[in-house]
C-alpha cells in the first residue's frame, strides 16, 4: 500500500519540475532575446510589468517558430524527390514569414 502513493509524488514532481524548467526557459529565453536587441522595448516600456509582458511574448513567438520549423522540418526526408523538397522548404519559409509578420505587428 505505501508503494502506490509514492509513485504518484515522484510523477507529481517530475511534472512540477518540467514546468518550472519550462517557465525559466522562456523568462531567461526572452531576456536574451532583448539583450541582444539592446533592451529597445524595455525603455520604451511605461511600466516593468509590460515589459515582462513583451518579453513573454517574444519567448512565445520564439518556441512557435521553433516547434513549426521542428514540425515541418521533420515531415522533410533526403530520400524525396527534389519538388516534394522545395515545397517543404516553401512551407517552412511562409510559416517563417508568418510569425516574424505577426510578432511585428503586435510588439509595434
Not at 93 to 98: E, P, S
Amino acid at each position: 500500500m505505501l508503494i502506490e502513493p509514492i509513485k504518484y509524488v515522484k510523477k507529481t514532481r517530475s511534472i512540477l519540475q518540467t514546468i518550472a524548467i519550462g517557465t525559466i526557459a522562456l523568462l531567461s529565453l526572452g531576456f536574451l532575446i532583448d539583450f541582444f536587441s539592446g533592451f529597445h522595448i524595455l525603455r520604451n516600456t511605461k511600466s516593468i510589468y509590460a515589459g515582462f509582458a513583451v518579453l513573454f511574448l517574444l519567448a512565445v513567438f520564439y518556441l512557435m517558430g521553433e516547434a513549426g520549423a521542428d514540425w515541418i522540418g521533420s515531415k522533410d526526408n533526403v530520400a524525396h524527390p527534389l519538388y516534394k523538397r522545395a515545397f517543404y522548404l516553401a512551407i517552412l519559409l511562409t510559416y517563417a514569414i508568418i510569425i516574424m509578420t505577426a510578432g511585428w505587428f503586435i510588439l509595434k
